[in-house]
């Protein structure tokens, strides 16, 4: 992420998973968000590509917390002003949990952020092979381990291979 935004020539710097689409109008929004001096950047509601209830549940109550919270998942398109984020130093170069770190800094500098009500439509993917309750449950217990203080690089592993198989 932080070689794209290397890469980039404009002033927003947007973060989109491959698996992870933009709701219409996305950047006339974000850029009518940021327009407004209100804001240094922010992310969109979350979607998850299936029809499924338990899906749309999914997404609302990760929307409610990330509003309440302000710590958004890359999963729900971070954009943010470039010259913000360069005073950050770009994400932290970590394997993961590197959007809710960002946050972190952002929120511990006393900026803001805004949750558009848009949603983004994110691949179902990995809910479907893991299980709903077993990933829900998994990022959880792998978000209130990293706030504890164990290291990102310990908890990856647990991320991609799953908790039963260690």
Request: charged share 25%.
């Amino acid at each position: 992420m932080n070689a794209g935004a290397a890469k980039a020539s404009g002033d927003i710097l947007l973060f989109l998973h491959a698996d992870t689409l933009l709701p219409e109008g996305a950047f006339v929004k974000i850029t009518e968000a940021l327009a407004k001096g209100c804001f240094i950047g922010g992310a969109f509601d979350l979607g998850i590509q299936n029809r499924r209830w338990i899906f749309r549940l999914i997404g609302r109550c990760a929307s409610w917390k990330h509003r309440l919270t302000r710590v958004p998942y890359g999963d729900q398109a971070i954009f943010i002003l470039r010259s913000y984020f360069e005073d950050l130093g770009g994400y932290p170069e970590i394997p993961l949990m590197e959007d809710v770190e960002l946050m972190k800094r952002v929120k511990r500098k006393g900026w803001r952020i805004l949750i558009l009500r848009d949603a983004v439509k994110t691949s179902a993917r990995k809910w479907e092979k893991d299980g709903v309750t077993y990933t829900i449950v998994g990022n959880w217990m792998l978000q209130a381990l990293y706030l504890m203080g164990l290291p990102a690089d310990r908890l990856v592993k647990y991320y991609y291979k799953g908790w039963l198989e260690k």
